[in-house]
C-alpha cells in the first residue's frame, strides 16, 4: 500500500508539475529526479539515526504520520490551484516541502518496515547470502513475497492513479494515495499485539555513536600513529599498540584474548570502511543505468503525450500508466529468469550459478543501452512525422503511443538482471555488521542517479540554448531534441559499461579476500 500511495503521486508528477504548476519540461524534469534523489538518498541518514536513538516499531508510526502529512499536503495544493492558479513565487515552493515530507516520511518507514518485517521471523536465522546457507527458507520467501508487494503496489499505483489523475482529476487522484497510507497504517497497529519486537543487543546496535567512535580512532592514528589502550591484566600496565595495515581474519583477532573489547570493535568498523571504500568504481558504473531509468517518469511519459492514445472512440490511455509495462515485465519475467535463463546459463558456461552476480549485472545495464538506442530511433521517427504534417493546432502525430512499449519492456527486463543483481552484490560484499549499509549503498545509486540525471539537464540545456538556438529540452516537442539526448545517454552509458568490464576483472570478491587472509 506504500508503494501504491508513493507512485500514485510519484509516476505523473511531471505532468502535474508541467499541466498545472506550469512549468517548462525542463524545470519538471530536473524537479522529479532531484525529488527521487533526494528520496533515495535519505535512507543513508535517517536510518543510521534511527536504528541508534528509536525502535523500529516507533519509527515506523512516527514516518508513517510525516508520511501522511506530506501526501496530505501535496492533496492540499491540488484543491487549492483548482480554484485559484499557482503564483510564480509561493506555490511551488510550498509544493517542493510537502515532496519533502513524502521524501523524509518513506526515508524511515520503508528501511524500518522492511526489518521489522524480517524480524517477525527467527532472530537466530542469517539473511540469504550464499549457497551455504541452509536454513534462510523463511526470510527467502518473505522476501520474495515483499519483491512481490512492491511490484504490485507499484503497477497499481502507476495504472489506477494515472488514470484518475488524468480522467477524473488531480484533487481526488492525490487524494486516494493519502487515505491509502492512512488505512495502511491503521490495519499496521492492529498487530501490535502479536509483533515481535526484537531487542538491539549486538555492539553495532548503535551504529551512529560508532561512526563517531571510528573517527576519533582514526584521527588518533593519523596524528601520533598510534593508539594506546589498556591491557587486561592484574597490573593495569598501559601498552602501545600499533595498528596494523593488514586485515585481520575473524579467527585470528577473535582468538587473541589481550585485546580491548572496545578496540576490537572499533578496528572492525575501520576495516568495514575500507571494504566500502573497494565497492567505489562499480558503484560509480553503476550510476548511468540510473539515470536511464529516470526517463520513464520524466521524458518519456512527455514523449507520450505528443503520441496517438485512443482506444475506440472514448478512451485515451494516460501516458504515465506505459510505466506498468516495466514493473509487468518484471513479474512476468522473473520466473522465466529463473526457471528458463538459468539453466541454459549453467549449461553453457558449466557453472553451478549460471552467471556470477557481476555478470548478470553487466548484461541489465546492456539491455538499458539497447533500451535507449531504440528510444532515440523511435524519437526520431516521431519528428519526422511531426516534420512531415506539420500541424499548427496540436503537437500530436499520428505515431501510436505503443511504439514506446519496447523501451518500456527492456527497461523492465534490464532490472531483473542489474537491478535484483545490485541487492546481492553490495548484500555479499560488505561484512555482516553493514548488511543494512549494503541496501543503503543500493538505494544511493538511485538518489545520487537522479541528482547525476538532473545536473545532466541543466548542463545540456544551457550548452544547447546558447546563441539563440532551441533547446533541446524545448517546451514545443515538436522541435525538442530528445533523440540526440537518447543518443548521449546510449554512448554516456557504452563507456560506463566498458569501464565496468575493466573494474570487474581486477576485481576481487570479499570471500576471496577473507580466505586469503585467514591462510
Not at 532515440?376 to 503537437?395: C, D, G, H, M
Not at 530528445?482 to 581486477?506: E, G, H, N, P, R
Request: proline content about 4%.
Amino acid at each position: 500500500m506504500e508503494r501504491f500511495a508513493f507512485k500514485g503521486v510519484a509516476s505523473n508528477l511531471v505532468t502535474y508539475l508541467t499541466d498545472v504548476v506550469q512549468m517548462s519540461n525542463s524545470s519538471a524534469a530536473k524537479t522529479v529526479n532531484s525529488w527521487c534523489g533526494f528520496t533515495s538518498m535519505l535512507p543513508l541518514l535517517v536510518a543510521p539515526l534511527a536504528d541508534s536513538f528509536w525502535d523500529r516499531y516507533s519509527t515506523i508510526l512516527t514516518s508513517s504520520f510525516v508520511y501522511v502529512l506530506g501526501l496530505g499536503a501535496v492533496a492540499s495544493t491540488a484543491t487549492i490551484w483548482t480554484w485559484s492558479p499557482p503564483s510564480n513565487k509561493s506555490s511551488p515552493a510550498f509544493l517542493f516541502w510537502s515532496l519533502c515530507l513524502i521524501s523524509l516520511g518513506q526515508g524511515a518507514y520503508n528501511p524500518s518496515l522492511q526489518a521489522f518485517g524480517a524480524d517477525q521471523l527467527d532472530h537466530d536465522e542469517e539473511l540469504p547470502s550464499s549457497k551455504d546457507d541452509k536454513n534462510s527458507n523463511k526470510k527467502s520467501l518473505f522476501f520474495q513475497w515483499w519483491y512481490f508487494g512492491v511490484c504490485s503496489g507499484s503497477l497499481l499505483g502507476v495504472i489506477l492513479m494515472s488514470y484518475i489523475q488524468d480522467t477524473f482529476g488531480w484533487v481526488l487522484g492525490f487524494a486516494i494515495p493519502m487515505f491509502a497510507m492512512i488505512t495502511s497504517v491503521a490495519i499496521f497497529t492492529c498487530g501490535n499485539r502479536i509483533y515481535a519486537y526484537k531487542p538491539d543487543e549486538s555492539i553495532d546496535s548503535k551504529p551512529f555513536q560508532n561512526i563517531l567512535q571510528v573517527i576519533k580512532v582514526t584521527a588518533s592514528k593519523l596524528v601520533n600513529g598510534r593508539i594506546r589502550i589498556n591491557l587486561p591484566d592484574d597490573k593495569s600496565d598501559v601498552g602501545e599498540l600499533e595498528l596494523q595495515e593488514k586485515p585481520l581474519c575473524d579467527q585470528k583477532f577473535g582468538s587473541n584474548g589481550g585485546f580491548d573489547g572496545n578496540l576490537r570493535n572499533k578496528t572492525h568498523l575501520l576495516e568495514n570502511a575500507k571494504i566500502v571504500l573497494r565497492l567505489l568504481p562499480i558503484w560509480a558504473m553503476l550510476l548511468m543505468f540510473a539515470v536511464i531509468f529516470q526517463q520513464p517518469a520524466t521524458f518519456f511519459t512527455k514523449q507520450g503525450m505528443t503520441m496517438k492514445r485512443n482506444i475506440g472512440r472514448n478512451f485515451r490511455i494516460p501516458p504515465a500508466t506505459l510505466q506498468s509495462a516495466i514493473t509487468l515485465s518484471i513479474i512476468l519475467m522473473m520466473p522465466l529468469y529463473d526457471k528458463v535463463l538459468i539453466p541454459i546459463t549453467q549449461i553453457v558456461t558449466r557453472n553451478q550459478k549460471g552467471i556470477t552476480v557481476m555478470q548478470r549485472m553487466g548484461v541489465g545495464m546492456f539491455l538499458s543501452i539497447i533500451a535507449m538506442i531504440i528510444a532515440a530511433v523511435v524519437e526520431t521517427k516521431r519528428l519526422e512525422i511531426n516534420r512531415k504534417t506539420s500541424s499548427l493546432e496540436s503537437e500530436t502525430v499520428e505515431l501510436s503511443i505503443f511504439w514506446l512499449l519496447p523501451q518500456y519492456v527492456l527497461l523492465g527486463i534490464s532490472d531483473i538482471f542489474t537491478v535484483v543483481g545490485m541487492q546481492e552484490f553490495f548484500y555479499n560484499e560488505v561484512p555482516v555488521r553493514m548488511r543494512t549499509m549494503g541496501f543503503a549503498l543500493y538505494t544511493s545509486v538511485f538518489g545520487l542517479g537522479s541528482f547525476l540525471s538532473a545536473l545532466m539537464i541543466s548542463v545540456i540545456e544551457a550548452f544547447t540554448s546558447s546563441g539563440g538556438r532551441q533547446s533541446w529540452f524545448s517546451d514545443d516537442m515538436r522541435e525538442d531534441g530528445l533523440d540526440k539526448y537518447y543518443w548521449l545517454l546510449a554512448l554516456a552509458s557504452t563507456l560506463s559499461l566498458l569501464f565496468y568490464a575493466i573494474f570487474c576483472k581486477f576485481y576481487t570478491t570479499r570471500s576471496e579476500l577473507e580466505n586469503g587472509n585467514c591462510k
